[in-house]
């Protein structure tokens, strides 16, 4: 495909409706950080405008960034999450006894990694698959036990699974729909793929709820769609599924988790679905002037961040970004972080001795934060939705003459004073 599409019409329901809602920095890929040895490469940078369509309510960026370019040589291994492995162990022993799951039953997880989330079910007894399509990482989950097909999730796709495996019972897509550019062969394969009596499963991000908390740096070119149940319940009905039941959840500052099914001539619509498609009329999130008021505050709050940081700059103090990640990339350009930012520091080994997409930031150990030092330093939190688990980590260094600095929701100065 292009490397770069953009579209007049609404992915979803192709109609010509559609309103701009807010133009973010061209900015590149956000999670390609450069080793030094491809220091001299340089990064493209891509527009992101977000829009909305007036006819099915489908949120949505107005450009689409060819996958290859972000998943060819993904790196990300979801075993390397610390917790993850417990929290998957519970939502599989959740599901194989809300669904009545067993080992004749067919498991496939979309988007599926290295296969943890599977391992899971599959110390279980369950038969399970993996489709992903980074084939680094598949060839891992492979070696693990874990059978997974190296691939983009299609119709091509299904009809190989349907022919060596038969249909599934139950699909997972965890933290994957909204990085699909053609959501509607993406809802229409698993249709196919999914047996008259079984289960599809997404969890995705909310954005009703991380606008909560000002979390506009969640949106970057990797997430094409920002759901809501409005718009959900009526895409879904439209391809012959609907929503039986959902969960709001915590990961991601504000997740939902959808339970789906093909719809039937027995069906009740559970009317929980209606009511939280009322709260979000009653809440205007599907008009201009709701994005319009939001990214007004937004705009505030990096007036206030930025008049801060050129106080701390006059005062010769060093400021250190804590986190490398693709809110990251999308903060330090809409804020124009950059030019205050001596150097990164997380605790992801991945990231150790890379450099930030599009600046060339250098990103270190948060070990580097330890070292002997004389002056007075500033750690401003990038991955400001981790702030809690980030200081109660690094508490200690409050009491080396070090200050955190939280830019979001509220401009926060944490020290030992």
């Known amino acids: 495909m292009k490397e770069v599409r953009s579209y007049n019409k609404c992915r979803a329901c192709h109609s010509n409706e559609i309103n701009i809602l807010y133009k973010f920095q061209n900015s590149p890929l956000e999670d390609l950080y450069l080793k030094k040895k491809n220091l001299s490469k340089k990064d493209k ?23 290859d370019l972000s998943y060819k040589n993904y790196i990300y291994e979801t075993s390397t999450t610390s917790g993850l492995k417990k929290h998957y162990d519970l939502i599989a022993e959740k599901e194989i006894n809300k669904f009545n799951l067993n080992n004749s039953k ?8 290295d296969g943890s989330f599977l391992s899971s079910f599959k110390s279980k007894g369950m038969k399970v698959l993996g489709i992903e399509p980074a084939k680094n990482i598949s060839s891992l989950a492979n070696k693990k036990g874990i059978p997974t097909i190296n691939s983009y999730f299609n119709q091509n796709t299904v009809k190989k699974i349907i ?18 550019a053609d959501i509607n062969d993406f809802i229409i394969s698993t249709k196919i793929l999914l047996s008259n009596q079984g289960n599809l499963v997404i969890e995705t991000g909310y954005h009703p709820d991380q606008f909560k908390s000002y979390m506009f740096d969640y949106i970057y070119h990797e997430h094409y769609s920002y759901f809501t149940v409005t718009f959900l319940d009526k895409f879904l009905r439209k391809n012959g599924l609907y929503i039986n039941d959902f969960l709001i959840t915590k990961p991601k500052g504000g997740s ?42 937004i ?33 330090i350009y809409n804020f124009n972080l950059s030019k205050y930012i001596k ?10 001795d890379t450099y930030s997409p599009g600046y060339k930031i250098p990103v270190f150990s948060s070990k580097k934060l330890y070292q002997k030092r004389n002056s007075k330093e500033i750690i401003l939190i990038l991955a400001w939705q981790h702030s809690n688990v980030i200081i109660n980590k690094h508490k200690s260094l409050l009491k080396k003459n070090i200050e955190f600095v939280i830019p979001l929701p509220q401009l926060k100065i944490i020290n030992d004073k």
């Open 106 to 113: 067919l498991i496939v997880d979309i988007g599926s990694n």
């Open 45 to 67: 940078l891509y527009p992101m405008v977000l829009i909305i369509c007036n006819s099915c309510k489908y949120v949505h960026l107005k450009h689409t960034i060819d996958p």
């Open 163 to 180: 022919k060596k495996y038969g249909k599934a019972y139950h699909i997972t897509a965890n933290y994957v729909f909204a990085n699909i």
């Open 343 to 352: 150097y990164i520091v997380d605790d992801n080994k991945i990231k150790y």
């Open 256 to 297: 939902i988790k959808i339970y789906i099914k093909k719809i039937n001539k027995n069906i009740r619509f559970p009317s929980k679905v209606l009511k939280l498609i009322n709260i979000e009329k009653i809440n205007k999130i599907h008009t201009k002037k709701y994005y319009n008021q939001f990214f007004d505050q």
């Open 299 to 331: 705009n505030l709050k990096k007036i206030e961040l930025l008049n801060y940081l050129k106080t701390i700059s006059k005062k010769k103090l060093n400021i250190i970004g804590f986190g490398a990640s693709h809110s990251v990339t999308t903060l």
